[in-house]
């Protein structure tokens, strides 16, 4: 390749983090890059929880028009963030070497107390909504919509005494100091792709360097991983406004976890399932399969609750 690699990204402080760690692995292997910024609904519309944005892929979709028109080559994004079912003339190229999975606590105030009764915590995730009922009930929450320098100087006014957020992204914006607590990863299941960063590609992309992309930058075993939480993501009809959690690690021995579920928005039905393969090629099956287990012990049911009540709010 003699011209650059165009890397399409949002220009968030993080998806430019995103951007730079893909152009870095590129550089290193001889590729020269470019980076072109491009700004999404997401970005845009910052008034309203993601929920009620509505839209699927609001994060995504100006990006994804990108790569079809040959504006960029590939495209970057939190893996976390991308639909469970992309559109049939792209494809997801490589997911990256995954982070630390877990959510955190984070607040200016060092001595933070976690048990007060009033407790206020920023997060506009639905699934951290309702895991939060459950394991904190004494707290309340807050909308806290926007990139997470929005967020922290809504935290830094006082909005809230502190913000639960990924500990990716917090990491990589280098804000490790102000973790509080870490919330452990069997309890606040992460969202399907939490911690991986997922290139994205115009199928009609030169083959030849489509392999050179995908050996410099997918690693195998998050990609494994992903397989299986987005088959469950996929099965459960859900993005990123339905509180479904799936996390799929790797035993000792070598075996493929996955560790999924749902929960009602009050945090009152908490629904789970662990399932275990050898047979690494089962990644996706096994995510499916644990989806319909859910839904059919009442899953759907969960999800139908909160269609109703969106459809009246
Ligand atoms: N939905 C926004 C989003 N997408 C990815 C991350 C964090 C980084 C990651 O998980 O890769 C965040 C912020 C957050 O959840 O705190």
New binding site residues.
């Given amino acids: 390749m003699n011209r650059p690699i165009r890397i399409g990204t949002r220009g968030s402080r993080?998806a430019l983090w995103q951007a730079h760690h893909v152009a870095a692995c590129l550089e290193l292997a001889q590729l020269t890059t470019e980076i072109v910024i491009i700004t999404t609904k997401g970005d845009v519309v910052l008034d309203r929880s993601l929920d009620k944005i509505g839209a699927k892929g609001v994060f995504t979709e100006e990006l994804e028009e990108s790569l079809r028109s040959g504006a960029i080559d590939i495209a970057v994004h939190?893996?976390?963030?991308v639909q469970s079912t992309i559109p049939a003339d792209l494809e997801l190229l490589a997911f990256m070497e995954r982070?630390k999975v877990n959510d955190v606590i984070v607040s200016y105030d060092p001595d933070l107390d976690l048990s007060r009764p009033d407790l206020i915590l920023g997060t506009s995730?639905t699934r951290r909504k309702a895991v939060l009922r459950r394991h904190y009930p004494h707290a309340t929450t807050a909308e806290a919509r926007g990139n997470?320098q929005t967020r922290l100087r809504k935290l830094e006014e006082g909005q809230y005494h502190a913000l639960v957020?990924?500990y990716?992204?917090v990491h990589r914006m280098e804000y490790d100091t102000l973790i509080r607590h870490v919330l452990p990863e069997t309890q606040f299941v992460p969202a399907t792709g939490?911690?991986?960063?997922a290139v994205e590609c115009a199928r009609s992309l030169e083959p030849e360097l489509k392999a050179e992309l995908q050996r410099i930058l997918d690693h195998e075993p998050t990609h494994t991983c992903l397989l299986a939480e987005r088959a469950f993501l996929r099965t459960m009809e859900g993005g990123?406004s339905i509180p479904s959690f799936a996390l799929a690690t790797f035993t000792d021995s070598g075996a493929l976890q996955l560790h999924g579920g749902l929960v009602s928005l009050d945090g009152a039905q908490y629904l789970e399932e662990i399932m275990t393969t050898a047979d690494l090629a089962q990644a996706e099956a096994m995510g499916t399969e644990l989806a319909e287990r859910i839904l059919s012990r009442g899953g759907r049911q969960i999800l139908d609750e909160i269609r109703s009540q969106r459809a009246v709010s």
């Fill in positions: 993080l939190s893996a976390k963030d982070e995730s997470l957020l990924a990716a992204g939490q911690g991986s960063v990123c």
